[in-house]
């Protein structure tokens, strides 16, 4: 069975520095894997996703995510955080047809003035 | 062009009673989804469909039914509510090698 891991429940970051949401998944044969965003009584926005070919992707916002097969990890970052990047971030694997995502248990960010 | 949309938006329930949530989507996806998200656990698959007329459970399919009588609809029902189905519940949408669309949610309280 496939499963994400989201390592960090909480993280803090000062505006304007740098930020790394790790993931880390669980599947047999080569993922879809996706981020998403929620802010706070909202729904869920798609950043970026990653289905095949270059493993670095660029999403909305500002946000970039690497594929790393060998060590199972689709790692989200920016460069630096604005205020309005504080939400709840979700990592999400899945196989690209019918079966539905799977979902980490998010990683809330909170970012410091 | 609306997308993934949700009816209600919120609802009170007592233990015990039923109620149905309607999903409608406009973009002829094939696959429809509902998922519910409770704190700290992300969201889970309650039951999908991949096409009119078929469905199929999740991971968390106990105490809900579903049904596609139509492509663009998908109805998730719940017979007996009970405090543990207190959640935010979210229909999702796609087609073969695409992204999930996801509605605004229907956020559901049982007493």
């Known amino acids: 069975a496939q499963s994400v891991t989201q390592p960090d429940i909480h993280i803090t970051v000062s505006e304007g520095a740098s930020l790394e949401l790790r993931c880390n998944y669980s599947?047999?044969?080569?993922?879809?894997l996706f981020w998403y965003v929620q802010s706070p009584g909202q729904g869920l926005q798609l950043l970026l996703k990653?289905?095949?070919?270059?493993?670095l992707v660029q999403g909305i916002k500002g946000f970039e995510a690497e594929f790393k097969r060998s060590q199972s990890s689709f790692n989200l970052r920016k460069p630096s955080v604005h205020w309005s990047d504080a939400a709840e971030y979700f990592c999400?694997?899945?196989?690209?047809?019918?079966?539905?995502?799977?979902f980490g248990k998010g990683t809330h960010l909170i970012i410091q003035p | 062009n609306a997308g993934v949309t949700q009816t209600p938006k919120f609802r009170v329930l007592k233990t015990g009673q039923s109620m149905t949530l309607l999903c409608a989507q406009d973009?002829?996806?094939?696959?429809m989804y509902w998922y519910r998200q409770d704190p700290g656990m992300g969201l889970r698959l309650i039951h999908y469909?991949?096409?009119?007329?078929?469905?199929a459970k999740g991971e968390v399919p106990d105490g809900y039914n579903v049904s596609r009588l139509k492509k663009q609809n998908f109805l998730l029902g719940l017979e007996s509510a009970a405090p543990s189905q207190t959640s935010v519940y979210f229909c999702?949408?796609?087609?073969?090698?695409?992204?999930?669309?996801f509605g605004p949610g229907t956020r559901l309280l049982v007493l």
């Open positions: 999400a694997v899945g196989e690209g047809g019918a079966d539905g995502l799977t």
């Open positions: 990653y289905f095949s070919g270059d493993t």
């Open positions: 973009m002829n996806h094939e696959y």
């Open positions: 999702a949408s796609t087609r073969t090698g695409e992204t999930q669309y």
């Open positions: 599947y047999g044969a080569t993922p879809y």
């Open positions: 469909s991949v096409g009119e007329g078929t469905t």
